[in-house]
């Protein structure tokens, strides 16, 4: 999945205010400046918001916008190729940034609707279709900060695991967990997927380390927390994972040895009384006719 911008319409919905400025701005780019003034960058520039407007080409916008960041018009222009490419979530999301920073209201809100519909049906492809195709509009709806992108990530990370794709299936589940770490079916994946994928990285095992946990193993998440620290010493989620991971097992084996202790404990006079006098309630028989006390009886 690719970083976050916004999203999208067709080209017939470009406003002619919009088409102006786009045009007006690759012919700057181009050279309408005064002689002298035009540089290589400013070359680069030209064609990079040349092949971004006129061809949707995504590379060109993101080339283009390193140039001139936090270009309202061409942040549309890369929405707009990401519509073209059935992103809708990504669209979506470079329209709302295009709108911070200055675009048309009118026309961006038209194009959001518009990529809005489109990711609807990406979405019911994802939930109900099967197989690469589905898997394929999981990614292309996925929309940073949405109510369903833990529901996205989780069917992409169960449709590439059915598709014999584990190491991609694993990095679904991985961002689910980033969402959701209290997810035992999301935990449940990645031990079972980084054992089949073999990933020994330093990410990864934390969230083995951290799954396990959720699973209520902290003493079999010692050993991968412990690794990836060693991988990365620097990497502050690991090293914390680590330090929670050893106190609940300490705790853990705590309480299990106070409960080991009372299990070997003598019964006292008391206590045996008591089962005493159970095991000759449970001998008279499972259909007793002696009823409880109570105040009708």
């Known amino acids: 999945m690719k ?22 701005l690759a012919l700057w780019a181009a050279g309408a400046a005064p002689a002298g003034v035009e540089s290589r960058e400013e070359a680069r520039l030209a064609h990079a918001v040349t092949r971004c407007t006129r061809f949707a080409e995504l590379i060109a916008c993101d080339e283009a916008l390193n140039l ?8 549309v222009a890369e929405a707009d190729a990401l519509v073209q490419l059935k992103r809708a979530g990504e669209a979506i999301g470079v ?7 200055g ?3 009118d026309a ?4 959001i609707l518009a990529a809005q519909s489109l990711r609807r049906s990406l979405l019911e492809n994802c939930v109900t279709r099967e197989g690469p195709f589905a898997a ?3 990614e292309a709806a996925w929309l940073p900060g949405a109510l369903d992108e833990i529901t996205v990530f989780k069917r992409r990370g169960l449709l590439l695991q059915g598709d014999n794709q584990p190491s991609a299936a694993l990095d679904a589940y991985l961002a689910a967990a980033r969402l959701a770490p209290k997810d035992r079916g999301v935990a449940r994946a990645i ?5 089949a994928t073999g990933r020994k990285d330093a990410v990864t095992l934390t969230a083995v380390g951290t799954a396990l946990m959720t699973l209520g193993h902290p003493a079999d998440a010692i050993g991968p927390l412990r690794e990836a620290v060693r991988l990365a010493p620097d990497l502050a989620p690991a090293k914390e994972r680590l330090r929670t991971a050893q106190r609940a097992a300490a705790a853990a084996a705590q309480a299990g040895r106070a409960t080991q ?3 070997v404990a003598p019964a006292s006079p008391d206590a045996a009384q008591t089962a005493s006098n159970a095991d000759r309630a449970a001998a008279g028989g499972e259909y007793s006719n002696e009823a409880e006390a109570t105040r009708s009886n």
Not at 17 to 24: D, I, P
Not at 95 to 101: E, K, M
Not at 108 to 111: E, G, H, I, L
């Open 136 to 138: 394929r509009s999981c």
């Open 103 to 105: 675009a048309n209201r």
């Open 261 to 263: 202790a009372a299990d």
């Open 95 to 101: 329209y709302r940034n295009a709108l911070t920073v």
């Open 3 to 24: 970083r976050v911008t916004a999203a999208a319409s067709s080209a017939s919905l470009v406003s002619l205010l919009s088409l102006a400025s786009l045009v007006g």
């Open 108 to 111: 961006v809100n038209a194009k």
């Open 191 to 195: 031990v079972a997927l980084s054992d």
């Open 68 to 75: 001139k960041p936090n270009n309202p018009d061409l942040l």
